[in-house]
């Protein structure tokens, strides 16, 4: 298929100045790729925004990917100098594909509105999140491209269409095959992402992907493991004349090869979300998240590309993730609340270089914790009907590091039922009737952590409530509002 003419837009404004619309929108000049980061909110235990701002800021971090368009922290952001890409829920994609009215309510609450002088840096808005994944069983499928095109017009309409960019966010599971070069889409998606790679294109936005290797190992016994990091492989997959040494790669190149057969085989390409936990499964620890993410912005900042892509730039990734999120659904594993860099409370699990300017992230400053006391298992209690208890506690906190492969499962049975109780405990607050469980708690002063197995105290700075609540609240809210405008 012939390939079609792409076109690129990069924007770049100096943050101490006021944005100024130029005809047919902002002015754009080129722009360096960049190391950034998924910040999400998905926690019972959650930093006040200006502490996660500065904490970017800090680690020199210019891009930062949220899942939703969090008023509090976009007004944390304001000023900040950081590129922010802002979410929509695949639950509003529905009421934006129908409406209009809806398209320019939603700009004018989540963008234009920030978008102003000393304000925060808008540049992408996602348009759902993966979409197309198949567990979803085409459920937003239909409603993604008119929503992406009512969007434009209201994006048009506020002066933003040539600034903001509108993508949207696919797993990688959109696309299939048992070599890179022979990549394409799923069969039931070839209409579609032909309409959506078009879209893109003609407005000068990126394909964005998420590439996840660790789950490749996860769900696969027969998966060799060092073919998921970039040390090296003994099980190389040759594809004619390319040879493949790691997963990310391989993944990468069966997009473009995707692409390619859409016509669009240079289209710019920004990974979404790319990174490795470290907790609540064998193969998620300290040692190969480290391993994985530091290898990774090695590879892609040396700017060797990929087979298919020989000597490309660098690509944007957006790492994920920033922080730990012990609130997140578990069904897809214990360790989907172990993805961050950092822990929840803001400080680095292991030394990491982002490749912009520090040798090693540095910590979270003026966190303010709870006190510092921990909710343990009454050693002078009986604690055979303890079950009901821990079960109990367990179903609202979070207790992952204690199941197979996690960095608390070896601290023996009643160190596994302080840990279940300190969870709870942290999560309401240390309130005193919390630690009681009909007498077999106890209040310590004393750490009871071990070795890797960390106690966590929690932090003051929480809602436990509101945070968890958010993205559901902000999905109700637009749509009341936007019934009562029709």
């Given at each position: 298929?012939?390939?079609?003419?792409?076109r690129?837009a990069?924007?770049?404004?100096?943050?101490?100045?006021p944005?100024?619309?130029v005809?047919?929108g902002?002015s754009?000049?080129e722009?360096?790729?960049a190391?950034?980061v998924?910040?999400?909110?998905?926690?019972?235990?959650?930093?006040?925004?200006?502490?996660v701002v500065?904490?970017?800021?800090?680690n020199k971090i210019q891009?930062v990917k949220l899942f939703d368009?969090?008023p509090?922290?976009?007004?944390a952001?304001?000023?900040?100098?950081?590129?922010?890409?802002?979410?929509?829920?695949?639950?509003m994609?529905?009421?934006l594909s129908?409406s209009t009215a809806?398209?320019?309510?939603?700009v004018?609450?989540?963008?234009?509105?920030?978008?102003?002088k000393?304000?925060?840096d808008?540049?992408?808005?996602?348009v759902?999140?993966e979409?197309f994944l198949?567990?979803?069983?085409?459920?937003?499928?239909s409603y993604v491209v008119?929503a992406?095109?009512?969007l434009?017009?209201?994006?048009a309409?506020a002066n933003?269409a040539?600034?903001v960019k509108?993508?949207?966010p696919?797993?990688a599971d959109?696309y299939?095959?048992?070599?890179?070069?022979q990549?394409?889409?799923?069969p039931?998606?070839t209409?579609?992402?032909?309409?959506?790679?078009?879209f893109?294109?003609s407005n000068?936005s990126?394909?964005?992907v998420n590439?996840?290797p660790?789950l490749?190992l996860?769900?696969?016994?027969?998966?060799?493991?060092?073919y998921a990091f970039?040390e090296?492989?003994?099980?190389?997959?040759?594809?004619?004349p390319n040879?493949y040494?790691?997963?990310?790669d391989?993944?990468?190149?069966?997009?473009?090869?995707?692409l390619?057969?859409?016509?669009y085989?240079?289209?710019p390409?920004?990974?979404g979300e790319?990174?490795?936990?470290?907790?609540?499964?064998?193969?998620?620890?300290?040692?190969a998240?480290?391993?994985?993410?530091?290898g990774?912005?090695?590879?892609v900042l040396?700017?060797?590309?990929t087979?298919?892509?020989?000597g490309?730039?660098?690509?944007?990734i957006y790492l994920?993730s920033l922080?730990?999120e012990?609130?997140?659904?578990?069904?897809?594993?214990n360790?989907?609340r172990h993805w961050?860099?950092?822990?929840f409370?803001g400080?680095?699990?292991y030394p990491l270089?982002?490749?912009l300017g520090n040798?090693v992230?540095?910590?979270a400053?003026?966190?303010?914790?709870l006190?510092?006391?921990?909710?343990v298992?009454?050693?002078?209690?009986?604690?055979?009907?303890?079950?009901?208890?821990?079960k109990?506690?367990?179903?609202v906190?979070?207790?992952?590091?204690l199941?197979?492969?996690g960095?608390?499962?070896?601290?023996?049975?009643?160190?596994?039922i302080s840990y279940?109780?300190n969870?709870?405990?942290?999560?309401?607050?240390?309130n005193?009737?919390s630690c009681?469980f009909d007498?077999?708690?106890?209040v310590?002063f004393?750490?009871p952590?071990v070795g890797?197995c960390?106690?966590?105290?929690?932090?003051t700075n929480t809602?436990?409530?509101?945070?968890?609540?958010?993205?559901r609240w902000s999905?109700i809210?637009?749509l009341l509002v936007w019934?009562?405008?029709?």
């Open positions: 298929m012939k390939e079609l003419p792409l690129e990069h924007c770049n404004v100096n943050e101490n100045e944005f100024n619309p005809p047919g902002w754009c000049s722009e360096e790729s190391i950034g998924n910040w999400g909110s998905v926690s019972s235990h959650k930093l006040k925004p200006s502490t500065d904490l970017l800021k800090d891009k368009a969090d509090d922290a976009l007004v952001l304001m000023r900040s100098g950081i590129q922010v890409m802002v979410g929509i829920p695949n639950e994609l529905a009421t129908s809806a398209s320019d309510l939603w004018r609450q989540n963008v234009s509105r920030y978008l102003v000393g304000g925060a808008i540049r992408y808005i996602a759902g999140n979409p198949t567990s979803y069983a085409g459920q937003f499928q008119p992406l095109l009512n434009q017009q209201s994006l309409k933003l040539g600034y509108l993508v949207v696919c797993n959109a299939e095959s048992s070599l890179p070069s990549g394409a889409f799923r039931e998606l209409q579609i992402m032909t309409q959506l790679v078009s893109l294109n000068g990126p394909f964005i590439i996840y660790f490749s996860y769900g696969n016994s027969d998966f060799p493991e060092d970039f090296g492989t003994s099980h190389p997959v040759t594809d004619g040879v040494s790691n997963a990310f391989g993944n990468f190149d069966t997009l473009v090869a995707a390619s057969k859409l016509g085989g240079q289209m390409i920004v990974i790319v990174g490795w936990p470290t907790d609540g499964t064998i193969s998620a620890n300290l040692t998240a480290r391993t994985f993410n530091q990774l912005i090695n590879h040396s700017n060797k590309g087979p298919l892509r020989p490309a730039p660098s690509m944007d994920f922080l730990d012990g609130a997140k659904s578990i069904l897809p594993g360790f989907e961050g860099i950092f822990s409370d400080q680095a699990k270089n982002l490749g040798k992230l540095k910590n400053r003026n966190v303010q914790y006190p510092s006391r921990w909710c298992a009454n050693p002078s209690q009986d604690l055979s009907d303890v079950a009901n208890h821990i109990l506690a367990c179903s906190a979070d207790c992952t590091t199941n197979y492969g960095s608390c499962n070896g601290i023996g049975a009643k160190g596994n279940a109780f969870s709870y405990y942290q999560l309401q607050m240390q005193e009737k009681n007498g077999l708690g106890m310590t004393l750490d952590s890797e960390r106690f966590p105290v929690g932090v809602n436990s409530s509101g945070f968890r609540t958010h993205n999905v809210c637009f019934f009562f405008i029709m």
